[in-house]
């Protein structure tokens, strides 16, 4: 009887993913063409915008009638090919009219950061320090401003304003959107000692001993803020709950079926918004003590600022994601298996806290897939 019970279990258990990939065959296409733009890849297994395109193909949104997107060809930006070999197929090389075409055929614009690629990560040291390619263009606030004019879907993420981006084009999609990138960025650690983790870069502690004129001698969990070559440390004293939380509001709770409150550790950046035409869906909190209080009010810093923006005025639809959200995504090929997601934390790439898959699986692709619905609704 127990080996029968066994059996048959394990029969379930294979029949499974043939279940779940059935079920995403049966599942209709529906056309959505979304322009996607992402300037910072140095390998294509490993590009922001694969969760994009995940959640895509999972859900069956098609590039035309019968094609699904390809993470590896589907995007405009920066496109390695081998060894230090690459493309650039960003905006840049667009007419006003071929961007004018372009906006009448998308339904959405999704840039991720712009950060892009310098010579030092491609070449290594054989070149002199300088930015390959990246940085918001001309041409993309061209495109962005047809978009907003045409009604259409804009979603922008984390680190879109900052540098190789000129501040006259900052300032123009600062203008256009209702929003001001205030220079600080930060990230979450769960060791500050440099000898045990190697993923804290090397010019955040030479800011820091030349700023302050002393040895980095952190341990421990901790938040590091930056600001051009200014350094802030939280440490352990400093907070009282060790990450950043993402708050979410009610409405927004309701409309993205995401949590109240979600746990976030990578990077994220601080903003100010018009709150007579946008509002914050969600916000980031640090947590900090009286010391880490003290700390924050010296460089003007708030605990509190907006984690995701949307429009509530204006005749435009329009979310700035303030963190490096599509930041951890899961194989391709789980994308063909419907109700995957369930499953997150079995095929969820790994990162340095748990509670990043958590974030991904729970607050990401809800956000996402629904930001997707809406547009191909119409609504």
Same mark, same amino acid.
């Given at each position: 009887m127990v080996k029968k019970i066994a059996l048959t279990f394990i029969i379930m258990i294979l029949l499974v993913p043939f279940?779940?990939?059935a079920i995403w065959l049966g599942t209709p296409k529906q056309k959505l063409v979304i322009a996607i733009i992402d300037k910072s890849i140095l390998n294509k297994s490993r590009a922001d915008h694969l969760s994009l395109t995940w959640i895509l193909n999972n859900n069956k949104y098609t590039k035309?009638? !019968?094609?699904? &997107?390809d993470s590896k060809r589907d995007y405009f930006g920066f496109h390695p090919l081998n060894d230090v070999s690459y493309e650039v197929k960003g905006l840049e090389r667009f007419s006003y009219e071929q961007l004018e075409q372009l906006s009448t055929d998308c339904k959405m614009a999704y840039y991720f950061d712009t950060y892009g690629v310098y010579n030092v990560d491609w070449y290594g040291d054989e070149k +002199? &320090? @300088?930015v390959l390619y990246g940085g918001l263009s001309s041409q993309d606030i061209q495109f962005l401003r047809l978009m907003k004019a045409k009604n259409k879907h804009i979603v922008a993420e984390f680190d879109l304003l900052g @540098? +190789?981006?000129?501040?006259? =084009?900052? !300032?123009d999609f600062e203008d256009e959107f209702h929003l001001r990138w205030t220079g600080w960025t930060g990230r979450f650690f769960s060791e500050l000692d440099l000898e045990k983790n190697k993923d804290i870069p090397n010019w955040v502690k030479d800011n820091f001993e030349k700023e302050h004129q002393k040895k980095w001698d952190f341990n421990g969990t901790g938040i590091v803020l930056v600001k @051009? =070559?200014?350094i802030l440390v939280l440490d352990g004293k400093d907070l009282k709950t060790a990450y950043p939380i993402i708050w979410s509001t009610q409405g927004a709770r309701k409309k993205y079926g995401i949590p109240e409150k979600t746990a976030y550790s990578f990077w994220f950046e601080i903003i100010d918004i018009d709150t007579s035409i946008n509002q914050a869906d969600a916000n980031f909190k640090l947590d900090v003590s009286d010391s880490g209080h003290k700390k924050l009010r010296e460089l003007d810093i708030p605990n509190e600022f907006p984690a995701i923006v949307s429009n509530k005025k204006g005749n435009f639809r329009f979310k700035y994601l303030a963190g490096d959200f599509s930041n951890g995504h899961s194989p391709m090929w789980t994308s063909y298996f419907k109700g995957i997601d369930k499953l997150q934390y079995i095929f969820g790439e790994e990162h340095e806290m748990a509670h990043s898959n958590e974030f991904y699986t729970f607050? &990401? !692709?809800p956000l996402l897939k629904n930001i997707l619905e809406e547009c191909a609704d119409g609504n």
């Open positions: 279940v779940m990939y035309t009638s !019968k094609e699904l &997107y +002199p &320090y @300088g @540098g +190789p981006t000129t501040i006259e =084009n900052r !300032k @051009g =070559n200014q607050f &990401y !692709k």
